[in-house]
């Protein structure tokens, strides 16, 4: 009775972790946890002749919570079986030949196709039933939409955004929260999006691994002559290598060496049979086929002493646990830091100062804690936020406990105002990214826009934290002092005043020709005077400039930079009052930007969209069937090339004279 009951609690906390992960976009327990409650149901499971109904070992998935149309699928889509020992994948193999790949850590999408072009895409869903994203499929960056083969075609693959991406898109895209914690969670999201808009500006890749059927293809009954048709087909595929018994080991191994580097999310390796007809031969359990299997990595775990938990405030106001323990060598470098996701974990771990601790690197690359041998907790939880002093609260949902900061004003949730600030157009400070502004922020390095300027007294705290070393923190110093020389414009808009953006601060800077004092007490009236500016965006401006606060700040910026004065000229604006819009490839410029730049520098303006308003559209290609050059078209705007506003613009000519 007793092991009964020990199975229904590890049930519903592997269920309630499967669901957090796959469903929420949330992680509520370390992966090595989870495999080895999962393992050690299993060995229950067969001890004692019991299986619960809602045993995960059963359950191939959860039900389908959004709102896209559902789909069941030809044949299940099941969980692959696994193992961490080497020579039980070799005992697998036995003396058959094997393809090895990467296990990509993404989102698993079926694709179909019928004459040529991709007719439906539907995700794994529960296993027996999908979601169907074929608009947003369609939207990804190296799916091909038609192939040559024209008979009917299934596969499967992986949807997965690069790890560089996904710290590119971390920095630019605003919409992304916290709910991202890796890669996978961002796909996942992306994918299932209702507005295939958002899925195709977070660059969704997908990498074919399984080919399900193809009318009329014989493949020798061979999956290594599948890949490479598939291929043919113009198909990208997860990385594999050809294996027997003999060189399954040192192949494992290459694919170890490429871990660190792999640009892909990767949680293992999959090995399949390449003989067709024998892996289909040995059917399939209820929740395993048995033609394939998935190996990860035996974990190197490490025993260390925690030396504290520091707590991290974020954007959203959550707080984090970050254990910070002796340093340990893992996986080739040296690791003293691990974030321990909320309370809830940190209190299942009953963490305390000087405990025991193991730690590993889950997919060899996120320090996480294993176990905690001594459990000598609990770590006390802070009742003020770090950053700002405030009293914090903890919250409670699905069963989670988390630590948030009351204050709104908290600096950690003025994280955008920050990276604004130091973004391309406006301060223009490399290096800066948003995950290094919040950890500067969440240390107490940054409190306010000056002090980003006064990071150089920080070296020893800085070249400690994890990413950064001598040379990134000089980089990093010298992009700071680079940026002190300004301008009005750059300062005006990254000071990020509402409806106040680039176009708008330049035509502000202008009308008072480039004077930050009359910049700075520009009044109301004196504002709507400019064409553009309306009494919205006067308003905000005017009280911007009031703010006890903001002034503070900005007089203790102005000592830290230095404003070149933009000269006027009177030489004439000769596209005064003329509004452009840009598409296609630039030749003559370096990017569009330029070109835009360029534009508002002689008087125009430039827009995004083609209007009745719009008086050019500039595009090289005037034949191209872009919805910009058909609007154009409809609306009687003229199409220009680059090369005829360069000429307008030596010339000094005013277009249409």
């Given at each position: 009775?007793?092991?009964?009951?020990?199975?229904?609690?590890?049930?519903?906390?592997?269920?309630?972790?499967?669901?957090?992960?796959?469903?929420?976009?949330?992680?509520?327990?370390?992966?090595?946890?989870?495999?080895?409650?999962?393992?050690?149901?299993?060995?229950?499971?067969?001890?004692?002749?019991?299986?619960?109904?809602?045993?995960?070992?059963?359950?191939?998935?959860?039900?389908?919570?959004?709102?896209?149309?559902?789909?069941?699928?030809?044949?299940?889509?099941?969980?692959?079986?696994?193992?961490?020992?080497?020579?039980?994948?070799?005992?697998?193999?036995?003396?058959?030949?094997?393809?090895?790949?990467?296990?990509?850590?993404?989102?698993?999408?079926?694709?179909?196709?019928?004459?040529?072009?991709?007719?439906?895409?539907?995700?794994?869903?529960?296993?027996?039933?999908?979601?169907?994203?074929?608009?947003?499929?369609?939207?990804?960056?190296?799916?091909?939409?038609?192939?040559?083969?024209?008979?009917?075609?299934?596969?499967?693959?992986?949807?997965?955004?690069?790890?560089?991406?996904?710290?590119?898109?971390?920095?630019?895209?605003?919409?992304?929260?916290?709910?991202?914690?890796?890669?996978?969670?961002?796909?996942?999201?992306?994918?299932?999006?209702?507005?295939?808009?958002?899925?195709?500006?977070?660059?969704?890749?997908?990498?074919?691994?399984?080919?399900?059927?193809?009318?009329?293809?014989?493949?020798?009954?061979?999956?290594?002559?599948?890949?490479?048709?598939?291929?043919?087909?113009?198909?990208?595929?997860?990385?594999?290598?050809?294996?027997?018994?003999?060189?399954?080991?040192?192949?494992?191994?290459?694919?170890?060496?490429?871990?660190?580097?792999?640009?892909?999310?990767?949680?293992?390796?999959?090995?399949?049979?390449?003989?067709?007809?024998?892996?289909?031969?040995?059917?399939?359990?209820?929740?395993?086929?048995?033609?394939?299997?998935?190996?990860?990595?035996?974990d190197e775990v490490m025993e260390t002493q925690l030396v504290k938990v520091e707590w991290s405030a974020s954007r959203t106001g959550l707080i984090n646990p970050i254990a910070v323990f002796e340093p340990v060598e893992l996986e080739g470098t040296t690791v003293q830091r691990a974030s321990v996701h909320n309370i809830s974990v940190m209190e299942g771990l009953e963490l305390g100062i000087g405990d025991t601790i193991?730690?590993?690197?889950?997919?060899?690359i996120i320090p996480q804690i294993s176990e905690n041998k001594t459990r000598s907790g609990p770590v006390a939880i802070p009742e003020q936020c770090p950053v700002c002093g405030h009293k914090t609260v903890i919250q409670q949902e699905n069963d989670v406990k988390s630590l948030f900061c009351t204050n709104e004003n908290c600096l950690a949730k003025q994280i955008k105002s920050f990276t604004h600030f130091v973004g391309?157009?406006?301060?223009?400070?490399?290096?800066?990214?948003?995950?290094?502004?919040?950890?500067?922020?969440?240390?107490?390095?940054?409190?306010?826009?000056?002090?980003?300027?006064?990071?150089?007294?920080?070296?020893?705290?800085?070249?400690?934290?994890?990413?950064?070393?001598?040379?990134?923190?000089?980089?990093?110093?010298?992009?700071?002092?680079?940026?002190?020389?300004?301008?009005?414009?750059?300062?005006?808009?990254?000071?990020?005043?509402?409806?106040?953006?680039?176009?708008?601060?330049?035509?502000?800077?202008?009308?008072?020709?480039?004077?930050?004092?009359?910049?700075?007490?520009?009044?109301?009236?004196?504002?709507?005077?400019?064409?553009?500016?309306?009494?919205?965006?006067?308003?905000?401006?005017?009280?911007?400039?009031?703010?006890?606060?903001?002034?503070?700040?900005?007089?203790?910026?102005?000592?830290?930079?230095?404003?070149?004065?933009?000269?006027?000229?009177?030489?004439?604006?000769?596209?005064?009052?003329?509004?452009?819009?840009?598409?296609?490839?630039?030749?003559?410029?370096?990017?569009?930007?330029e070109l835009k730049d360029t534009i508002e520098q002689k008087g125009g303006k430039v827009t995004d969209s083609v209007t009745s308003k719009t008086d050019y559209l500039i595009n090289n290609d005037k034949m191209s069937g872009s919805s910009k050059n058909r609007k154009a078209k409809e609306l009687g705007v003229p199409i220009i090339s680059e090369k005829q506003f360069l000429n307008w613009m030596v010339d000094g000519?005013?277009?249409?004279?």
């Amino acid at each position: 009775m007793h092991q009964i009951q020990r199975m229904k609690q590890m049930v519903e906390r592997l269920n309630n972790a499967a669901r957090a992960y796959y469903q929420e976009n949330r992680e509520i327990m370390p992966n090595i946890e989870y495999d080895r409650l999962y393992d050690e149901l299993v060995l229950m499971e067969k001890e004692t002749g019991v299986v619960l109904s809602d045993s995960p070992t059963v359950r191939v998935g959860y039900e389908l919570l959004t709102g896209l149309p559902k789909e069941t699928h030809e044949s299940p889509m099941l969980s692959l079986d696994k193992t961490k020992d080497i020579h039980a994948l070799r005992e697998w193999l036995g003396n058959k030949k094997g393809l090895l790949s990467w296990k990509i850590d993404g989102l698993t999408i079926v694709l179909s196709y019928s004459d040529g072009k991709l007719s439906k895409a539907v995700t794994r869903g529960n296993g027996e039933v999908g979601e169907v994203v074929t608009n947003n499929v369609r939207v990804f960056k190296n799916v091909p939409l038609t192939i040559p083969y024209k008979g009917n075609l299934v596969l499967r693959g992986e949807a997965v955004i690069r790890y560089s991406d996904f710290e590119r898109m971390n920095r630019e895209i605003a919409d992304i929260n916290l709910k991202y914690k890796n890669p996978r969670n961002l796909c996942s999201g992306s994918v299932r999006q209702l507005n295939n808009r958002v899925t195709a500006e977070r660059n969704v890749y997908y990498f074919a691994f399984a080919l399900v059927s193809s009318e009329g293809v014989d493949f020798n009954n061979s999956r290594l002559q599948q890949m490479i048709w598939l291929r043919k087909q113009g198909f990208d595929i997860a990385e594999y290598k050809e294996v027997d018994a003999a060189n399954l080991e040192e192949t494992v191994a290459w694919f170890a060496g490429k871990m660190e580097g792999n640009d892909l999310p990767a949680d293992g390796l999959v090995l399949t049979f390449d003989d067709i007809a024998y892996g289909q031969s040995l059917g399939r359990t209820a929740k395993f086929p048995k033609d394939a299997i998935a190996f990860k990595w035996q974990d190197e775990v490490m025993e260390t002493q925690l030396v504290k938990v520091e707590w991290s405030a974020s954007r959203t106001g959550l707080i984090n646990p970050i254990a910070v323990f002796e340093p340990v060598e893992l996986e080739g470098t040296t690791v003293q830091r691990a974030s321990v996701h909320n309370i809830s974990v940190m209190e299942g771990l009953e963490l305390g100062i000087g405990d025991t601790i193991r730690v590993y690197k889950a997919n060899m690359i996120i320090p996480q804690i294993s176990e905690n041998k001594t459990r000598s907790g609990p770590v006390a939880i802070p009742e003020q936020c770090p950053v700002c002093g405030h009293k914090t609260v903890i919250q409670q949902e699905n069963d989670v406990k988390s630590l948030f900061c009351t204050n709104e004003n908290c600096l950690a949730k003025q994280i955008k105002s920050f990276t604004h600030f130091v973004g391309r157009d406006a301060m223009g400070i490399d290096g800066l990214s948003e995950a290094t502004i919040e950890k500067f922020i969440s240390n107490g390095l940054i409190r306010e826009y000056a002090d980003i300027f006064r990071l150089e007294r920080y070296e020893n705290e800085i070249t400690q934290m994890e990413g950064f070393g001598i040379k990134s923190f000089r980089n990093l110093i010298d992009a700071i002092n680079k940026a002190r020389v300004t301008n009005a414009v750059r300062l005006l808009y990254s000071l990020g005043i509402p409806n106040i953006g680039l176009s708008n601060a330049k035509l502000i800077c202008k009308e008072f020709s480039y004077d930050w004092e009359q910049i700075q007490n520009a009044s109301r009236d004196q504002l709507l005077r400019i064409s553009g500016v309306g009494e919205v965006m006067a308003n905000e401006y005017v009280r911007f400039f009031n703010n006890e606060r903001n002034l503070s700040f900005l007089a203790e910026l102005m000592k830290e930079i230095k404003l070149e004065r933009i000269e006027t000229t009177s030489t004439g604006q000769p596209f005064e009052g003329i509004r452009f819009v840009i598409t296609g490839a630039v030749n003559e410029f370096s990017n569009r930007n330029e070109l835009k730049d360029t534009i508002e520098q002689k008087g125009g303006k430039v827009t995004d969209s083609v209007t009745s308003k719009t008086d050019y559209l500039i595009n090289n290609d005037k034949m191209s069937g872009s919805s910009k050059n058909r609007k154009a078209k409809e609306l009687g705007v003229p199409i220009i090339s680059e090369k005829q506003f360069l000429n307008w613009m030596v010339d000094g000519i005013k277009p249409g004279e």
